[in-house]
């Protein structure tokens, strides 16, 4: 049977792993259902930065407690903020938890790829063997997955059943004990607050990451003059959209999503551009108004940091359970050309503007 690398050498051993459970295929690794330490830092890492697309665990067959033959299976993916979540959710159970390698990308979005989807999951099935662990033939996935796996090719080829679990892993332990049955509060997906915000840096973290590039080409542009680059109006021109950038990003990265019910429209890209307007009209009307700018600067303030707002909100749209693939990939081409637009006219209007101060005929 293949297993997760980390059973087959005691010194490579992932902290989490407390030992081996013998099974009539083979050792399969036992999991800790406690997180420590190590697992919180992590888990801090992969939601503000490109460290959570590496961080994954080996897929295969572990263990929970001290599963035997009538013991449910429980699959989740590689990502290890997802796997850590199940496996935390489960303390005190007995239970096989069978791992997909979904190349480090949570359930739902996984689903949407098709990398949590019927092909992995039948070859998962088949190389961990686990027909011969357990009596039983009842597989149970995580809801969201439900979009991607065809429950009946599942069975076909495995001769496992299918059955979907409660959309949080917290509701696990109760669904087991209705005889994996969900209620409806299980089968509800609330998309929270909290949930929310706890989403967003994983979306501005990037964005600021090249808002370091663009505050500097913003200064030099503004500061771009017959005799060179001088500092008086890089400073006086290029603070108010060195600002303005950072409150764009905010409004589509932060503001959007913690505002989300509220906002008109159901395109993620309109709400967030809605709330880019808003921002744009609230400094413009305390900062801008009176700083004699002009009609292009003005212009260009409205048309290209909504935009940028816009764009944030609509990255945004692949963290939610709002929209499927299908939604996604429908937005985004209506939208980039959009945003293509918004940016070229902008620099038609900061073309004018150099043109007027400096004085050009």
């Not at 088949?126 to 996935?141: A, F, G, K, Q, Y």
């Not at 429209?265 to 108004?289: E, H």
């Not at 050309?337 to 038609?348: D, E, G, H, R």
Request: glycine content about 10%.
């Amino acid at each position: 049977m293949a297993q997760p690398e980390c059973c087959q050498s005691e010194k490579n051993r992932e902290p989490w792993i407390t030992g081996a459970l013998d099974t009539p295929s083979g050792e399969i690794p036992i999991v800790s259902t406690t997180l420590d330490k190590k697992d919180r830092m992590g888990r801090l890492r992969a939601r503000v930065s490109g460290f959570r697309m590496r961080y994954t665990v080996k897929p295969g067959l572990y263990a929970a407690g001290r599963p035997n033959a009538d013991s449910p299976i429980l699959v989740s993916t590689n990502y290890k903020l997802s796997f850590d979540i199940l496996r935390s959710s489960i303390e005190g159970l007995d239970a096989y938890l069978l791992v997909l390698d979904t190349k480090g990308i949570n359930v739902w979005c996984a689903a949407g790829k098709g990398t949590f989807g019927t092909e992995e999951l039948v070859s998962r099935i088949r190389s961990t063997n686990l027909e011969r662990i357990v009596r039983h033939r009842r597989i149970v996935l995580p809801q969201l997955g439900a979009p991607g796996v065809r429950a009946h090719v599942v069975r076909k080829e495995t001769r496992f059943r299918v059955s979907y679990g409660p959309v949080y892993a917290r509701d696990i332990p109760k669904y087991l004990e209705n005889g994996f049955r969900a209620t409806d509060a299980m089968r509800t997906v609330r998309f929270t607050l909290k949930e929310r915000f706890v989403l967003t840096p994983m979306e501005i973290v990037p964005g600021y990451k090249k808002y370091l590039v663009y505050c500097a080409a913003v200064f030099v542009l503004f500061g771009l003059q017959p005799e060179g680059i001088l500092f008086r109006p890089a400073l006086t021109g290029g603070l108010h959209f060195v600002f303005l950038g950072a409150l764009g990003i905010l409004a589509g990265g932060v503001l959007t999503p913690l505002l989300l019910p509220v906002l008109p429209f159901r395109s993620f890209s309109l709400k967030g551009l809605v709330t880019g307007l808003i921002v744009c009209a609230v400094y413009w009307a305390l900062l801008l108004r009176g700083a004699g700018m002009g009609i292009h600067i003005t212009a260009m303030v409205f048309l290209l940091f909504p935009a940028l707002s816009s764009y944030f909100a609509l990255n945004f749209t692949g963290s939610t359970p709002f929209t499927g693939m299908s939604g996604v990939k429908k937005e985004v081409k209506a939208a980039v050309p959009v945003y293509i637009v918004s940016a070229s006219v902008s620099l038609v209007l900061f073309t004018l503007y150099k043109i007027e101060t400096w004085g050009i005929p």
